[in-house]
């Protein structure tokens, strides 16, 4: 099995890989952080658009898309503010019928200033 760490200009620098494409899939978690100021989005809307954007962008640049997602996993710091994710998450998938597994996690706490973070796993 052939594993390729993916990186992309247009998201922000991680001292991890930004993705990684292996046996046919491509890995990723994504958070809310700002490519051209690298800072952290404010707010959940705000932070869930961005985990969006950059999944996308990485996903395009290497030859996949939203639509090849198949497992979403959310881990957010208060599901009070799960309405706030979905708006924007259910923004980018709007066929009910086409939309990737998800299973949403209240985690005790994230990294600093993160409100959620978001892993993927789509088709390469």
Not at 56 to 62: G, Q, R, S, T
Not at 101 to 107: F, G, L, P, S, W
Not at 112 to 118: I, N, R, W, Y
């Amino acid at each position: 099995m052939k594993k390729e760490n993916l990186f992309s200009k247009n998201v922000p620098a991680t001292i991890n890989a930004q993705a990684v494409k292996a046996n046919g899939f491509i890995f990723s978690t994504q958070i809310g952080k700002n490519a051209e100021t690298n800072q952290m989005e404010t707010g959940m809307t705000a932070q869930a658009k961005r985990i969006m954007e950059n999944i996308k962008a990485i996903l395009e640049e290497n030859g996949s898309s939203l639509e090849k997602i198949v497992k979403v996993t959310v881990f957010i710091s208060d599901l009070e503010k799960s309405k706030e994710f979905n708006d924007i998450y259910y923004s980018y998938f709007k066929d009910e019928k086409s939309r990737p597994v998800r299973c949403c996690i209240q985690v005790a706490k994230l990294h600093s200033g993160f409100e959620v973070e978001v892993e993927f796993i789509a088709l390469a």
